[in-house]
Every structure is written in C-alpha cells, then in structure tokens.
C-alpha cells in the first residue's frame, strides 16, 4: 500500500500528467489500503492523485473518490447492520460508572459498541477528508456539493447532532479559506480558481448553505442556523454586478431567518423577515392563490403579535448593526407601526383569509377594551386549529394584554383586580401579572397592583398627561367633524 501511495505522490512531485496506469494503481491501492485498514494512507494518496487528474481529467479522480467512500461506507453498514438497535446513540456518549459496569458484564455488547464505535469513526474521518480534498478546486466544485449534501443526509439519516456539527465547521473553514483567498493574483491566475463572484460558483456555495440551514433548523440547532444564515449573507454580498441571487433563494432565506429569529424571541425582527418573504414570495412565485393566502395570513397575525416592549431593543449597538446588515444592506428595519401602514396600503389584507382581515380590523381600527373579548376568543379558537397560525396563539394572547393594559391607562386612572380579569377572560392572571412587570421594568407604563385593596393603579407621569391632552384633542377634533356634518344636512334640508 505504501509502495503504490509513494508512486503516486512521486509522479505528484515531478509534476507527471494523468494517465489509465495511474487511475489503475489507485483503485488497487483502495482495495488493499481497505483490505489492511490504512485508510489514512489511501486519502493522502488519493489527495497527491488531485494534483495529477484535477487539470486533466477531473472525472478520474471523481471515480476514484466514489470507489473509496463506497467501500468505507459498505463497511460501517455492515457492522451496522449486525448491532442493536439504539447502540449507536450511545457511541460518543461520557462513559458513566453504571455503564462502565455494565460493560464489563457484557463483553459481547462491549465488542459490538466497540467495532460500531471504530466504523463510525472511519466513515466521518472519511467524510471530512474527502471534502478537504474536494473544497478548493472550481472542476470539483459539483462533487464537492453532492458530497456535503451527502454528509447532511447521513446525518439526518442517524440523527447525529454531533457529527453534523463537526462538518458544518468543515465546511466553513472550507469557506473562510476561500475567502480568504479572494483577489490573491497568485491563485487567481490558477485554472481551478473558486471565484466567489462568478455566479456558478457562487450558486454552488449557496444551495451547500440553504441545505446546511434545513437540517440545522430541523435539529433546532439555532446557533448553527444562525452562523449560517451569516455565511449566505456574505455569499450574497460577493454577487457581481447584474448576478444577482434568485428570489427563490432570497425568499427562502427570509424564510429561514424569521424562524431564527421567533426561536430567539426576537419577534420585531420576525415579522420584518416574514413581511420581507412575503413581498419577494408574492412578486416572483409562480404559487396558486391558497399558498399566498395562507403566507399573507401569517403575515398579518405576526405583526398582531409582535408586542411593543421587544428585546431587540435590549441589544447594544454592534449587535443590532450586526444582526440588521443580515436584513437589510442599509441595516434599516421597519418598525411595527410602519408594518403595519404597509399592511393597510399594499393590499395585503386583501389577501389574507377573512377572518385574520376581521382580527386586524379589531385590534388595530376598531378596538374596543369592553366589546372585543367575545369575537377575538371565537377567532382565537379557529386559529388554534390552524397548522399553520397555532405557533401565534400564546404571543397574540399576551400582545393583547399589552393592548388592553395601554388602553385602560389612557381611561382609568384605577380599576378593580375583578374587572380586568373578565376584560382578559382567556388567559391566567398570573401571566398577566407578569407582563405587568415587564411593561413596569421596560418603563411602557407606569403600574402598581395593591393586593391589599384589589386594584391595579396607573400611575400619573407627563406621560399619561400628554395621553390625556392627546385624547382630548382628538375627541374634539371627531366633535368638530360630526357638528359640521349635521350643519350641512340642515342646510341641505332648508335648501330642499
């Protein structure tokens, strides 16, 4: 085996070209590096190998490659084959003191870990090898893809979190060397060059991360998600001149972000990513009226439920220009209010489902603190059963409260412990109680509850004498319309 690994790394050195001699003796040394289990030799061989048939005659190498992972993955599936079910959870697990014990009663079991464990092992060092080999070659690059996307499978397929850890951080050192090397007139000139701002390759590096982000969210491994919705976002960043990313791919990583970003609990920026999805989704998909719908309905009671004391506020400044460059290139987000205005004006409530039209008509134009309970509770219910609007239910719940509580300030200076419970039938006092000390604690409102005598207190503050001030004005401003209105009838009347 070594006596064929230093052939080939010779005929490497000396700078010889690619030949079916050549493509030969690396089949035979995968079949004997196997046979005698020097798996390390045969990827270093294999990796002198590239640097014959890269230029050449890619398509050797790419044979090569295949042969061996099939033979490494042929043996780790049939040592897997002839374990017990579950034993390969508990590769990789801490060894307790219990296990340990249990080990030693069980020598069959042990060896059968044991051999799993040395297969497993072999089939990953295998993996990221392979893709070390194949990272930084622009001939590579579709094998290089089918081998990532070969890598997430077989984690998705064993459910193995740590391993598909590992190989995302493969994967991206793969990509900050690229980067790295970005303009380098030494490499540049090289036929096998990966240029970040040529569309094909950019395309490639693109749909490895969108595949990367599907299994990490579906391992709800945020932070992962979160890396790498950054490296697709620099990815975009290098597109050149009119090669400009796909909507599909735009609205699929909105998308993505806003699940993110409702994992964080960062729901002002969730909705922006859903209203930015939606606005590319409706623009450029070719999807049947329902699915828009359905879109535009989550849309809507997303933005119902962003609550006005929002924990990105909480964030320093480099953090929100961090996190806002992901959403935006001028790092502008709109704020709920201006949402809500879009929603209103670009026939989006149109679009949604009728009864998330009536929800928002409701809360936003027709709020009434003693009415709305009944029709909001009927609607509550109907979106409970909705697979798609369900996740909504407990954050419009407690949206609500922030509403009735703003509502009741600009009313009552008091109101009994008693009455705000029937106002806000549908959840627990307890949970309001804390979201009374929330609102307290991000300064929204001034509050103080008296157990003593049953009543929750709105403090006084400019604030709430400005509200006041506000309420009047408007209220003489809608008398003033309403006089003018019975003034013209009666003159429509005399002149009749």
Not at 27 to 34: E, S
Not at 227 to 246: C, F, H, S
Not at 297 to 306: H, P
Not at 393 to 420: C, G, M, P, W
Request: with cysteine; net charge negative; charged share 25%.
């Amino acid at each position: 085996v070594r006596c064929v690994q230093e052939t080939v790394m010779v005929g490497f050195r000396k700078g010889k070209t690619w030949s079916p001699v050549m493509e030969k003796l690396m089949i035979q040394l995968v079949d004997l590096g196997m046979e005698q289990k020097k798996y390390l030799l045969i990827a270093e061989a294999i990796n002198s190998f590239k640097g014959i048939s890269q230029v050449s005659n890619a398509s050797s190498l790419e044979l090569v490659i295949n042969y061996f992972f099939s033979k490494v993955e042929k043996f780790f599936t049939d040592i897997y084959s002839q374990t017990q079910e579950g034993l390969l959870e508990q590769v990789g697990q801490e060894e307790t003191g219990e296990n340990l014990l249990l080990s030693a009663l069980n020598v069959k079991q042990t060896n059968a870990k044991e051999a799993l464990k040395n297969a497993w092992t072999i089939l990953w060092d295998t993996m990221r090898q392979l893709l070390d080999i194949l990272s930084k070659n622009k001939k590579l690059e579709g094998l290089y893809q089918q081998y990532s996307d070969r890598a997430f499978d077989m984690c998705k397929k064993y459910n193995s979190k740590q391993e598909f850890k590992r190989v995302t951080e493969c994967i991206r050192s793969h990509l900050q060397t690229i980067i790295r090397l970005q303009g380098n007139p030494k490499v540049s000139a090289l036929p096998m060059y990966i240029n970040l701002g040529d569309a094909e390759s950019n395309d490639v590096q693109l749909k490895i991360r969108f595949q990367q982000l599907t299994i990490s969210n579906e391992f709800e491994q945020w932070q992962e998600s979160f890396k790498t919705i950054e490296d697709i976002n620099i990815l975009m960043a290098k597109r050149r001149g009119t090669k400009a990313v796909k909507p599909s791919g735009l609205s699929q990583y909105f998308q993505n972000l806003a699940t993110i970003f409702r994992k964080c609990e960062y729901y002002l920026y969730h909705t922006y990513c859903l209203y930015q999805h939606f606005q590319i989704y409706r623009r450029y998909s070719k999807a049947n009226l329902e699915e828009i719908n359905k879109k535009a309905s989550q849309l809507v009671l997303a933005i119902l439920c962003t609550p006005p004391i929002s924990i990105e506020n909480e964030l320093n400044s480099e953090s929100k220009q961090r996190i806002s460059s992901l959403m935006s290139s001028s790092g502008i987000v709109l704020t709920r209010e201006e949402m809500v205005n879009n929603i209103r004006y670009n026939n989006i409530l149109e679009t949604a489902s009728p009864k998330i039209a009536e929800l928002f008509y409701l809360i936003e134009d027709n709020f009434d603190i003693f009415s709305f309970t009944t029709r909001t509770e009927q609607i509550l219910k109907e979106i409970a059963a909705d697979d798609n609007l369900k996740q909504y239910t407990k954050l419009f719940e407690q949206a609500l409260v922030y509403k009735v509580l703003f509502s009741i300030s600009n009313i009552y200076k008091t109101v009994r412990i008693d009455h705000f419970r029937s106002l806000i039938g549908f959840l627990s006092y307890k949970q309001c109680e804390e979201i009374i000390l929330e609102s307290v604690v991000a300064q929204y409102l001034k509050i103080r509850i008296d157990h003593q005598n049953q009543i929750i207190v709105f403090e006084d503050d400019q604030q709430s004498v400005e509200k006041i001030t506000q309420n009047l004005t408007e209220f003489a401003e809608a008398l003033s319309e309403v006089v003018e209105m019975i003034e013209e009838q009666d003159l429509s009347l005399i002149h009749i």
